[in-house]
């Protein structure tokens, strides 16, 4: 059964780092392009970031590029997330996603995590 | 960037009644890649549909989905106590990915 769980959210001041965090199972982690999702409080998902199976093609949203840095460690299953320089607005529950199927501009996504959360406030 | 609206922004319908929910893109969505997702308050997203009309694993077969170009749509044929929720179109044909804004569907 794959199951994808995040951690590392908190309450994080603005201009303030955190690392997020996406261990994975029941899949052959290596072979999957990895994603985060966000959504904010009550309102809809965008897309933050993905990262191929061997890590060497990344891509960002504009909103975050230059800020965050996504990763990942296929010998411990894990995706990371380094936020960096964040504000209020990037304030959300943030989801790991594992890629099904791709298209030309991105891929979609089979399997969720349940979130972390994310709050940056003075 | 490609945008997407969904509308109705919410749709208020009783069990049994058939749902259609509208996905319009700002421009042409590539060979057709559009997904559907559900969301269920406190859930994480659910794939529906992919591939504009193929359904995904385990779903069950009154969703339907259908539309190419600019226009897509999700269909739900006879709406389950279970099928009230949150849904989301997103294409993957245009770089960047994104998502439209939602439609709620809500029991009457």
């Known amino acids: 059964e794959v199951e994808l769980l995040e951690s590392g959210g908190g309450l994080v001041q603005p201009g303030g780092s955190l690392r997020l965090s996406c261990a994975a199972s029941?899949?052959?982690?290596?072979?999957?392009?990895m994603n985060w999702v966000r959504q904010a409080p009550g309102k809809g998902l965008e897309w933050v970031s993905s990262?191929?199976?061997?890590?060497?093609?990344?891509y960002y949203a504009d909103s975050v590029k230059g800020r965050f840095t996504i990763s990942r460690d296929n010998s411990r299953n894990t995706v990371y997330l380094q936020m960096n320089s964040l504000r209020p607005d990037d304030t959300a529950l943030y989801y790991c996603?594992?890629?099904?199927?791709?298209?030309?501009?991105?891929?979609?996504?089979?399997?969720w995590g349940q979130g972390t959360l994310v709050t940056v406030s003075s | 960037e490609i945008v997407l609206t969904q509308s109705p922004g919410t749709l208020s319908l009783s069990p049994g009644e058939r749902a259609t929910l509208s996905c319009r893109a700002s421009?042409?969505?590539?060979?057709?890649?559009l997904a559907w997702y559900q969301q269920k308050p406190g859930q994480a997203p659910r794939l529906l549909i992919y591939?504009?009309?193929s359904r995904a694993t385990g779903i069950a077969d009154r969703f339907s989905g259908s539309g190419s170009g600019t226009d897509f749509t999700l269909t739900i044929s006879r709406l389950e106590p279970e099928d009230f929720a949150v849904y989301y179109c997103?294409?993957?044909?245009?770089?960047?990915?994104?998502f439209g804004g939602g439609t709620k569907v809500e029991i009457k």
């Open positions: 591939g504009a009309s």
């Open positions: 990262i191929n199976g061997g890590g060497s093609n990344i």
């Open positions: 421009q042409s969505v590539s060979s057709s890649y």
């Open positions: 996603a594992k890629r099904d199927g791709c298209g030309n501009g991105g891929c979609y996504y089979d399997y």
């Open positions: 029941g899949f052959t982690f290596s072979t999957y392009a």
């Open positions: 997103q294409q993957y044909g245009n770089s960047p990915l994104t």
